[in-house]
């Protein structure tokens, strides 16, 4: 069955560094997310992205954040200076209509 | 604004007893989907179920089923005969098309926690 993959599975970095986080969806896909969920919390929205544009986007994506489908396969995430409340499990998922289908998560670790 | 809630923050069972868990949702939209994820130790989050608000016939899937009550806005998961491979955290998710788009809403999570 075709899943969702992300990379990497777990990402450590510096306070202030930038960083991409990298994610493979399903192929015959249309739409693209991106969630995260702080540790033991619940999973949140963040951004969707349709037709090589953002179509919704949370208050927790701020100008720190941006979106990118460099080319047919992946979709990015990337953080530009990040913080140490951006630590969390950030969730990758993608759907041709309603079912989201989400990726294992890149657990990100800010220090 | 979409809201789910789930008022069970953790529930414990001994193998093979029954368990439900709730969910309640909140929405202005008339055209809506409703969703349960399972989410295991290992993290990641599984899909479990779909539903349109246009049905509520209750759903089985061997020991899974749904209880989808529109009239008090209750989408409740019940596992049958539990297994230790049951215990997860489980999460309801909403998305109503008319005001949020594709976006999921979910709940706070249910920890299961299936003791043998």
């Known amino acids: 069955e075709p899943e969702v993959t992300q990379t990497p599975s777990h990402q450590v970095t510096q306070m202030g560094q930038e960083v991409i986080l990298r994610c493979v969806p399903i192929?015959?896909?249309?739409?693209f997310y991106w969630y995260r969920q702080i540790l033991g919390q619940k999973v949140e929205f963040l951004v969707s992205?349709?037709?090589?544009?953002?179509?919704?986007k949370s208050e927790i994506f701020d100008d720190q954040f941006s979106v990118e489908r460099p080319d047919g396969s992946n979709f990015t995430l990337k953080i530009r200076s990040t913080k140490l409340e951006d630590s969390a499990m950030y969730f990758c998922?993608?759907?041709?209509?309603?079912?989201?289908?989400f990726g294992d998560g890149t657990r990100l670790s800010i220090l | 604004a979409q809201k789910v809630t789930q008022a069970q923050t953790e529930i414990s069972v001994v193998e093979k007893e029954d368990v439900t868990l709730d969910c309640v949702y909140e929405?202005?939209?008339?055209?809506?989907?409703l969703f349960w994820y399972k989410q295991p130790p290992s993290g990641e989050l599984v899909f479990l179920i779909r539903?349109?608000?246009?049905?509520?016939q209750n759903e089985i899937s061997g020991r899974y089923s749904w209880n989808f009550q529109k009239s008090t806005s209750s989408f409740n998961f019940t596992i049958t005969a539990s297994q230790v491979v049951d215990s997860a955290v489980y999460f309801c998710a909403l998305s109503g098309l008319e005001t949020s788009g594709s976006r999921l809403t979910f709940g706070e999570g249910t920890q299961l926690t299936v003791n043998p």
């Open positions: 539903r349109n608000s246009f049905d509520e």
């Open positions: 929405t202005r939209d008339t055209t809506y989907y």
């Open positions: 192929s015959n896909h249309l739409y």
């Open positions: 992205f349709y037709n090589n544009e953002i179509s919704e």
């Open positions: 998922a993608s759907s041709r209509q309603e079912a989201q289908h």
